[in-house]
């Protein structure tokens, strides 16, 4: 999918179960109980579903570099609900044979409610071949 910088993209909807954040905290080896406990979703596992979720939507040529990952939790995501997520596109920068393509992206929960911002880049070669 090509997308013009300041068109939004709609990410989808992710429903926080336990086992989904069981699953997350799996993956990265973190054995604390205490999100479980508290009933809430890391934001790192949040900030990793719209990562995956903008991967999958954008059209990445073939030697792309995931490069910068900037996030800010706004609040707490609670298991049971959902997070809808929206991406925008900034206007890509090029530098020494290099494209620079950031996407800012917003997550909301089940109330509206903003839980979460951030931004990600990835580098592309400027003459790379689609993926």
């Known amino acids: 999918m090509d997308v013009a910088a300041g068109e939004a993209i709609d990410l989808g909807c992710w429903t926080l179960t336990e086992e989904s954040v069981r699953s997350y905290l799996d993956a ?3 054995d604390l109980t205490l999100y479980l406990e508290l009933g809430v979703a890391p934001p790192l596992a949040l900030c990793a ?4 979720a903008m ?14 990952q900037e996030m800010e939790a706004v609040g707490a995501a609670s298991i049971g609900q959902d997070i809808y997520g929206e991406a925008v596109p900034e206007r890509p920068r090029k530098r020494g044979g290099l494209r620079f393509m950031t996407v800012g992206y917003t997550l ?24």
């Open 28 to 30: 990265v080896g973190d």
């Open 49 to 52: 579903y719209a990562l995956g």
């Open 55 to 68: 991967l999958e939507k954008l059209s990445l040529p073939v030697g792309a570099i995931h490069s910068i």
């Open 108 to 131: 909301r929960d089940d109330a509206g409610q903003v839980v979460q911002t951030g931004k990600t880049t990835v580098l592309t070669p400027e003459s790379g071949d689609q993926g």
